[in-house]
């Protein structure tokens, strides 16, 4: 891993892979929920009638919910090498029964941060997923998403980073903590 990047903490064993930019949209959107909720609180709240406040509660539950976003996703990926831990924001936790599908806890996980112990780990392979769309008029537009895919005893999960270099980095360190050799050839 590369020592000298602003995104990457080495501290007596423990790794840290921060996604900024993943934050800085985040924090830009709990910014606008919230001017959003101060502008119907000042052109609405004199009527307070039934329709304003059920906006203003939805408006409300929006950004506290992003706010949690915000706060389970600030920390980054950390790799606890010598606590034998990985902790991670959720979004990419696969359900591991049919009734976990209708848990709230399975649908707010992206509020979430999730801890597992390295040891656990059976699995890491890189991932990578390119979608591409063409609007009416003929433009191409394409958005690639990069993420790290870990499984074991726990289940498996897709953790997201915001570039390619992330994901090498991540999958390496996972690998040469776990001693597992390459499990998937880059692409």
Known sequence: ??????????????????????IFVLLLLEAVVIAALVFLLVQYGKTFDAGFLMYAFIVFLVALFLFYVCK????????DAENDKISFPGGG?????FLEYISPKFWIQPARRFEYQLSSISSVSPDVEVRT???KE?????????????????????ISVDDDRKMQELTSLLVG????????SNR
């Open 1 to 22: 891993m590369d020592t000298n990047s602003k995104n990457y903490k080495n501290t007596s064993g423990v790794y840290s892979v921060k996604n900024p930019q993943r």
């Open 72 to 79: 389970a996703n600030f920390p980054g990926i950390v790799v």
């Open 93 to 97: 936790v696969s359900a591991n029964s």
């Open 133 to 135: 769309n063409v609007s």
């Open 138 to 158: 003929g433009r191409v537009s394409r958005h690639v998403s990069y993420r790290v895919c870990i499984s074991g005893s726990f289940g498996s999960a897709k």
């Open 177 to 184: 903590l776990l001693d597992m050799g390459i499990p998937v």
